[in-house]
């Protein structure tokens, strides 16, 4: 294997490219030239022998750009064109492999060549690598023994050989040893198969109820490889296996965690982590529930724990609605109730239900009130929303609290059963609201109402002195039993807080996108610079539209009235009469001729059937409401049931239940025989000073009454609530008293002038019933009991 070198003379190393000599040979315009002589920039051309052309000098930069211009080899060919080596190609490798392939191209160059590069000009070749003397295989040989004698290097001349090709094919690229430009993978050599294997036996581990170790993953992994990959396919040894668990990021010793653990961790997102944004106030608001951590006074009577349910506005970070209520877990049945014929539903918990989070959209859009006791600074008027434009356009902001009234747009929600349910679904459907479901155990999908829980508790739930912890582990000693505050109390200073500690503090992540160096901002501050460009409208909600969001039964109307939840409704002004009692609906499907009926859980007294003829709601008051005379709960007249069965009554009993809730009251009023200890931190009981006057210090009865001024029973007179305006409410006209017994009348009792009607809920105004503003909106029923009317 030989080699000529024709059309210039011989240079250490490569030759530049781009540059003509003289006697070369070269073709222009159809014509060939010689080079003759080089003046500058400028290349004199003189005609080959036996052309007719005329001498031409010509700029460098134009003939590298003329297309039809070539230098010809000996042969008359075109000398096809060389790229330039990619020198940043040798950034991409380690330098150690970089510095070799550098070593390689001086060595290749003087194979090539004969001389090394950087040699002075006239060198002669070193003795072995003269072109004219010796082959390429002498060459080759030669340089492999120099190699292998000097640098102690093991290589053949064959191995000279491939490296000079590769240098003469890709330049110093091809020198590069390729072991170093392997792409590392995760496995390593293992087979891809099998950590595909390893890794779907990990999640099918990580949900599992019971732990296991990695010893017993390895053992799965063999079995299962053998069964669907074959004898074939190799699976490592174990400690090779540990070393891969590592490098796929799983933690030997995490693999015995709790299962609850194991699968938070297997629902961690993979990097890059994404930020969730809007652009204006409502386009994008987070939905959900949490403990709050705090126990209160139950409507039984009895401490309780209580759940959050709040939106969180992602552009402003502001809650824009919050609603307390209590939770209670469930109670595992005795084996002679779960045999039993009839069940109570007792041994189920209560928490937040569907008709809060309808609630809770309806809160969004109405401003919130300064409640009596709320401080000065949480009113909307010495806040940073702007107070004037709004009040401009909504009269209801004058008396506000320091809230933002914003629309959500479009609603992320989880797949709590508080969500999911059909009633949420409609009251967003009736309000023009997208829902977004996040994915199942996916809470970075609505990772700001998370992180917005935390912050809640470490900032209000903490200072409360009935705060529990978030579990047993953050729970301090055991204290004597202190005052609890009631649900509405505990609300009350939720919606004070959230309007002073929470919209008006700066939060981190509200900064100006053009200014990130300035202060953060507030939820408050955000939202009036958010609102001047997406403007506001105020949306009124009258009392059907409430009705609109609350849950839907589909039932019929008998002789007695409407049966529903084992209580018997009824209307007495004739509403019914108008071919809904003992008539069907005439709508088919799932509603079988039934008739629509809206229901609060929370106000049981009444209910509210449509008639969809006409569109108008009637209302259907508790026939035994008289019995009971004072509000009461779904909850409580659950606990009445059980209560009355457990005595040998039925759970069709209504009045007597009625008057077994009567009894339940009374005894909530004086609190629990045996109180519970309610556990605080250290640090977090009630301030000294604050002690309500007249309770025993460290006594063990608890009594949230303490301190009340008595009651004097005999200046009672007759109940309040049995002195009806119109008799015919409880009583339709007709229909005959047994003997010794009368409707009251207002102006029966002692004391009362004889035209002074008092109605049948004047008394209730004032008893605290834990429920808020617009659950409360909705026990009120008119005077005559007429359908409600919508406000103007």
């Given at each position: 294997m030989s080699e000529v070198l024709t059309g210039r003379p011989r240079v250490s190393g490569l030759a530049p490219r781009g540059i003509v000599a003289p006697g070369d040979r070269v073709r222009w315009m159809g014509e060939r030239y010689t080079v003759s002589a080089l003046s500058g920039t400028t290349v004199h051309l003189a005609p080959a022998t036996g052309s007719t052309a005329a001498p031409i000098a010509a700029s460098i930069q134009f003939l590298a750009v003329a297309e039809d211009f070539a230098v010809l080899d000996a042969t008359g060919l075109s000398l096809a064109g060389e790229p330039f080596p990619n020198w940043a190609m040798l950034e991409g490798v380690s330098p150690d492999c970089a510095r070799d392939a550098r070593m390689w191209q001086r060595h290749v160059i003087e194979v090539d060549t004969g001389l090394l590069p950087d040699v002075p000009e006239g060198s002669r070749p070193r003795e072995g690598y003269d072109p004219d003397r010796f082959t390429l295989i002498e060459r080759y040989q030669r340089k492999a023994a120099e190699l292998s004698a000097v640098l102690e290097w093991k290589v053949s001349w064959k191995t000279v050989q491939r490296k000079r090709l590769a240098f003469k094919q890709d330049g110093i690229w091809g020198l590069v040893d390729k072991?170093?430009?392997?792409?590392?993978?995760?496995?390593?050599?293992?087979?891809?198969?099998?950590?595909?294997?390893?890794?779907?036996?990990?999640?099918?581990?990580?949900?599992?109820?019971?732990?296991?170790?990695?010893?017993?993953?390895?053992?799965?992994?063999?079995r299962a490889a053998r069964a669907s990959l074959g004898q074939a396919v190799k699976v490592p040894a174990d400690p090779t296996l540990y070393a891969l668990l590592k490098r796929l990021g799983i933690d030997a010793m995490q693999l015995r965690d709790p299962t609850r653990r194991r699968k938070d961790r297997l629902n961690r997102p993979a990097p890059p982590f994404g930020v969730t944004t809007a652009t204006a106030p409502g386009e994008l608001v987070q939905i959900d529930s949490t403990a709050l951590d705090v126990k209160v006074l139950g409507d039984d009577g009895r401490p309780t724990q209580v759940e959050l349910t709040a939106a969180i506005d992602v552009f402003t970070r502001s809650i824009i609605a919050a609603v307390l209520r209590p939770k209670t877990a469930g109670r595992r049945k005795p084996r002679q109730q779960t045999r039993a014929l009839l069940s109570t539903g007792t041994s189920k918990g209560r928490a937040t239900k569907a008709v809060d989070a309808s609630l809770l959209l309806a809160l969004c859009m109405v401003p919130v009130p300064m409640r009596p006791g709320f401080d000065a600074a949480a009113s909307a008027a010495r806040s940073d929303l702007p107070y004037e434009e709004l009040l401009e356009v909504d009269a209801r902001m004058e008396h506000a609290a320091a809230r933002p009234v914003i629309m959500p747009e479009t609603i992320v929600i989880d797949h709590g059963t508080v969500f999911t349910g059909r009633t949420f679904f409609d009251a967003c459907s009736y309000l023009g609201i997208s829902v977004r479901p996040a994915r199942k155990r996916t809470p970075t999908d609505k990772a700001i109402v998370e992180r917005t829980f935390e912050s809640i508790k470490s900032l209000f739930s903490q200072h409360v002195n009935s705060y529990t912890g978030r579990d047993f582990t953050r729970r301090g000693k055991e204290i004597d039993p202190e005052r609890l505050w009631t649900l509405q109390e505990l609300d009350d200073l939720l919606q004070e807080w959230i309007a002073i500690g929470w919209q008006a503090r700066p939060h981190e992540e509200l900064r100006s996108p053009y200014e990130p160096n300035l202060p953060a901002l507030t939820p408050n501050q955000v939202y009036a610079a958010g609102v001047q460009a997406a403007g506001y409208v105020p949306i009124p909600l009258g009392f059907k539209d409430y009705l609109q969001l609350l849950p839907t039964a589909w039932v019929g109307v008998r002789d007695e009235g409407i049966r529903f939840k084992n209580r018997t409704y009824d209307n007495y002004r004739g509403e019914l009469e108008n071919g809904i009692r003992n008539a069907a609906s005439g709508l088919k499907g799932k509603r079988?001729?039934?008739?629509?009926?809206?229901?609060?859980?929370?106000?049981?007294?009444?209910?509210?059937?449509?008639?969809?003829?006409?569109?108008?709601?009637?209302?259907?008051?508790?026939?035994?409401?008289?019995?009971?005379?004072?509000?009461?709960?779904?909850?409580?007249?659950?606990?009445?049931?059980?209560?009355?069965?457990?005595?040998?009554?039925?759970?069709?009993?209504?009045?007597?239940?009625?008057?077994?809730?009567?009894?339940?009251?009374?005894?909530?009023?004086?609190?629990?025989?045996?109180?519970?200890?309610?556990?605080?931190?250290?640090?977090?009981?009630?301030?000294?000073?604050?002690?309500?006057?007249?309770?025993?210090?460290?006594?063990?009865?608890?009594?949230?009454?303490?301190?009340?001024?008595?009651?004097?029973?005999?200046?009672?007179?007759?109940?309040?609530?049995?002195?009806?305006?119109?008799?015919?409410?409880?009583?339709?006209?007709?229909?005959?008293?047994?003997?010794?017994?009368?409707?009251?009348?207002?102006?029966?009792?002692?004391?009362?002038?004889?035209?002074?009607?008092?109605?049948?809920?004047?008394?209730?105004?004032?008893?605290?019933?834990?429920?808020?503003?617009?659950?409360?909106?909705?026990?009120?029923?008119?005077?005559?009991?007429?359908?409600?009317?919508?406000?103007?």
């Open positions: 072991r170093c430009t392997r792409k590392s993978t995760l496995h390593g050599r293992t087979d891809a198969r099998v950590v595909d294997l390893l890794l779907a036996l990990h999640e099918r581990q990580a949900k599992e109820q019971a732990a296991t170790d990695a010893r017993t993953l390895f053992k799965n992994l063999r079988r001729d039934g008739w629509e009926l809206r229901y609060n859980p929370y106000t049981p007294e009444q209910v509210w059937l449509r008639d969809h003829r006409n569109g108008e709601w009637i209302t259907a008051v508790f026939k035994h409401q008289h019995l009971i005379g004072a509000p009461w709960t779904q909850h409580l007249w659950e606990t009445a049931t059980a209560e009355h069965v457990a005595r040998g009554g039925r759970v069709t009993d209504d009045d007597s239940i009625a008057q077994v809730l009567a009894e339940l009251l009374e005894r909530a009023g004086h609190g629990p025989d045996e109180p519970g200890v309610v556990s605080v931190p250290d640090g977090y009981g009630p301030l000294t000073g604050l002690d309500v006057e007249g309770t025993p210090p460290g006594g063990s009865v608890f009594d949230p009454f303490a301190g009340a001024a008595s009651l004097d029973l005999d200046a009672l007179g007759p109940l309040t609530v049995l002195e009806l305006d119109e008799t015919s409410l409880y009583t339709p006209e007709g229909l005959s008293l047994p003997d010794g017994v009368r409707p009251a009348t207002g102006g029966d009792g002692p004391g009362r002038g004889d035209t002074e009607e008092v109605p049948l809920w004047a008394d209730l105004d004032d008893l605290d019933d834990g429920l808020d503003a617009a659950a409360r909106l909705l026990l009120d029923p008119s005077a005559d009991t007429r359908a409600p009317q919508e406000d103007v």
